[in-house]
């Protein structure tokens, strides 16, 4: 009985080990809330209490993530952000290029690992698209009431972004129902088709513009890209840095 219990106790603690070492599995909280669709266009939201994809998380479950990653890993040979930029930088006209130089200093505080839901976002545009032979975007958002989150996803599995009109009034209806603004998140998936491998962690023109546009109108905090390795934030006091001149 003494030896039974031992056995029980021993697998009790590699499993809470093994949690430990690789982290919570990360999942989204239930079906989502479908606002609009139609084609290859999708608006949807999830809501989760705040702590929900807090702790430390594996995306070992995450099959289209992985696909992509191991692809990039086998035809990009250095990952480092600064090396990327280096590479793109030539390629880019003033404005990109002063995003660039931004990106640059904010990269040695602001870079981090990518979060829970920033893996799901990549994974779940990843079944939608294949994002290693058709490189494309989706925009996110994350807004906060009291102890809960709200997780906002768009896409029309294209490299770029359109309708903003109806994701600005779908976000506008939120806020006036108590919801900040926290995050605006987006992908620069790197392109293994291109001799520069675009998907660097810098903000487009594009993105300047929206971003100044979400401070102003809709109290934007922060933006987030990723790149499905690494994620750059940038504060809404760094916006006014950027260029939206094409």
């Known amino acids: 009985m003494l ?5 029980l106790l021993f697998i009790a603690c590699s499993c809470s080990h093994s ?12 079906s989502p809330q479908v606002v609009f ?27 289209n993530l992985k696909k992509y990653q191991n692809a990039v890993k086998t035809k990009v040979n ?22 660039l130089d931004l990106a640059r200093l904010l990269l040695k505080k602001n870079l981090r690992p990518m979060t829970c839901e920033e893996g799901l976002l990549l994974d779940l545009q990843g079944s939608r698209i294949d994002l290693v032979a058709t490189p494309t975007e989706f925009l996110a958002f994350i807004l906060t009431k009291a102890n809960h ?4 996803y ?3 599995n294209i490299n770029g972004v359109r309708g903003l009109g109806i994701i600005h009034k779908t976000l506008e209806g939120f806020i006036d129902q108590g919801w900040v603004l926290e995050k605006n998140i987006h992908n620069h998936t790197l392109n293994i088709n291109e001799s520069n491998y675009r998907g660097v962690l810098a ?28 994620t750059l934030e940038i504060d809404s006091k760094n916006f006014g840095k950027l260029s939206d001149k094409f």
Do not use: H
């Open 37 to 63: 669709e139609k084609g290859n266009t999708l608006l949807q939201y999830w809501d989760y209490e705040k702590d929900f994809m807090s702790s430390p998380s594996n995306f070992q479950n995450l099959k």
């Open 149 to 152: 989150k709200r997780l906002v």
């Open 154 to 156: 768009f896409t029309s």
């Open 19 to 30: 949690e430990m070492r690789d982290g919570k599995i990360c999942q989204f909280p239930d």
């Open 78 to 99: 250095n990952l480092d952000q600064l090396a990327l930029i280096s590479r793109s930088y030539p390629f880019e006209k003033a404005g990109d290029k002063q995003n």
């Open 203 to 230: 903000p487009s023109t594009s993105d300047a513009f929206v971003y100044q546009m979400e401070l102003k109108d809709l109290k934007l905090q922060t933006a987030v890209i990723t790149n499905g390795f690494e």
């Open 3 to 7: 030896r039974f219990c031992f056995i």
